[in-house]
């Protein structure tokens, strides 16, 4: 019993000793203990979200400064863009300005053809494509530049202001160079005028010189009137089938009277009103290339007879007195051939002095007698009854021998038609050095038909 009692108390003594160790191998084994536990905190450590959202807030910290250089209109790049323009039109005299713009307008219209475009406030427009049958006043017009107007350095930020202000900038004349390098552009309502010469843009501020007279933008719109003008009269066309040239004329009047109406109301000239008159034919070439003359009459109703709008119809002959209507009557003569397409279409038109084209190899009288003889016999009208006939009895009694040989190759009723104009002539005027008697010895026996 003693035994069992003493093995007990030496089991707790032993008991007692391993439970006064664990605290001296608790410390030894805690670092062990403490990297199990610190190693997955440096290894999930990269993988937690907290690093990666450093760099994030940094990111978004910052958010204009990796926006704005991708945007290419960002608020940065404008002062820089208007910095070149600037750089690039360094700041001229008036002297400088005026030369820089005189040579871009000599090399646009150096060859007489370009493009004009007109530009109103709302967008809307037309394109011209001005040539030489359309550009009556533009040629040297640059020399106007430095004794007509007044030149002052200007920036490519006053022609924006102005562009801008659509309220007031009003129509925007720009021409342009075939090339399309080279332009020239001003607007109605602001004085600033831009242009580009030898690959630079340059901006002036361009007053006229003279108390009420308009700025650069006056110029432009006259060669843009001029050339509506030349649109309106000379481009209409009529099938080239159509052989009846009454029909032809009335058509081609018609045409016109309906494109004047159409012109802008910009146009100075515009009438308040045009319309249709008569048309008559006085000449014809039946050969080629085949042409004819008609008069052409219109019937125009105008603001005042003395108004910016009735000057370019008063020029000529005037306009005389209005009808019970008010409609002032005007007209012209046109020259009507065929044009590339071989459609009719007027050719040129003016007061007066028109006659049909002749295919001779000299002018009038200086044309060989055979071909004024062929030209006779295919034309009617003035060159039938007067103009042939005025230039054969121009010639001189040597070359006059070849006549009747040339009228042998004609029928009996061609001939005395001939001699017939050529008699009338002579009685009519004495511009030459024949009579009928010594006309009519000259043709043998063709000369009885003088009298026919």
């Not at 009735?310 to 009808?323: C, K, T």
């Not at 040129?348 to 006659?355: A, E, H, I, K, V």
């Not at 070849?402 to 009996?412: G, I, K, N, Q, V």
């Not at 511009?431 to 043998?444: F, K, N, P, V």
């Amino acid at each position: 019993m003693r035994r069992m009692l003493l093995s007990c108390l030496l089991l707790l003594a032993l008991l007692a000793g391993c439970g006064g160790e664990k605290p001296a191998e608790t410390p030894g084994e805690t670092p062990p203990a403490e990297e199990a536990e610190q190693v997955p905190e440096r290894e999930e450590a990269p993988e937690e979200p907290v690093p990666p959202e450093e760099p994030e807030k940094e990111e978004a910290e910052a958010p204009g400064e990796a926006e704005e250089p991708p945007q290419p209109a960002g608020p940065e790049e404008v002062p820089e863009e208007t910095a070149e323009v600037q750089e690039e039109t360094e700041p001229l005299s008036g002297e400088e300005l005026t030369a820089s713009a005189m040579a871009a307008y000599a090399e646009i219209t150096k060859d007489l053809t370009f493009t004009l475009d007109v530009e109103e406030e709302d967008a809307t427009g037309i394109s011209l494509s001005i040539t030489p049958e359309a550009a009556r006043n533009v040629a040297g017009r640059e020399n106007l530049f430095s004794i007509g107007y007044q030149w002052e350095p200007a920036s490519a930020e006053a022609w924006g202001d102005q562009w801008s202000d659509i309220e007031s900038r009003g129509r925007l004349f720009a021409m342009t160079a075939p090339d399309g390098e080279t332009t020239l552009q001003c607007c109605t309502g602001g004085d600033v005028v831009l242009w580009t010469v030898d690959g630079e843009t340059h901006y002036a501020c361009v007053t006229a010189a003279a108390e009420g007279e308009s700025g650069l933008s006056g110029l432009l719109q006259g060669i843009a009137e001029d050339a509506l003008w030349d649109a309106a009269f000379c481009g209409p066309a009529v099938d080239g089938a159509e052989t009846d040239y009454e029909e032809i004329a009335r058509q081609l009047n018609a045409a016109m009277a309906e494109n004047v109406r159409a012109v802008p109301d910009w146009v100075t000239w515009k009438p308040l009103d045009f319309r249709t008159g008569g048309v008559s034919v006085f000449d014809a070439y039946y050969g080629e290339p085949e042409n004819f003359c008609a008069g052409l009459g219109f019937r125009l109703r105008l603001d005042s007879p003395d108004s910016a709008m009735a000057n370019s119809w008063q020029a000529g002959g005037g306009l005389g007195e209005p009808d019970a209507d008010g409609y002032y009557g005007w007209g012209r003569a046109a020259l009507v051939r065929k044009n590339a397409a071989g459609d009719w279409s007027c050719a040129d038109m003016g007061t007066g002095g028109y006659s049909a084209e002749l295919p001779l190899s000299a002018a009038g009288e200086k044309a060989p007698l055979s071909e004024l003889v062929d030209a006779f016999f295919l034309t009617e009208g003035t060159s039938h009854d007067w103009l042939v006939p005025n230039y054969i009895l121009y010639h001189t009694a040597e070359e006059m021998e070849a006549l009747p040989a040339l009228l042998d190759r004609r029928t009996d009723a061609e001939a005395r038609a001939l001699c017939a104009a050529l008699g009338t002539c002579l009685r009519d005027a004495d511009y030459w050095d024949w009579t009928t008697e010594t006309l009519a010895r000259a043709l043998g026996s063709y000369g009885a038909y003088l009298d026919a």
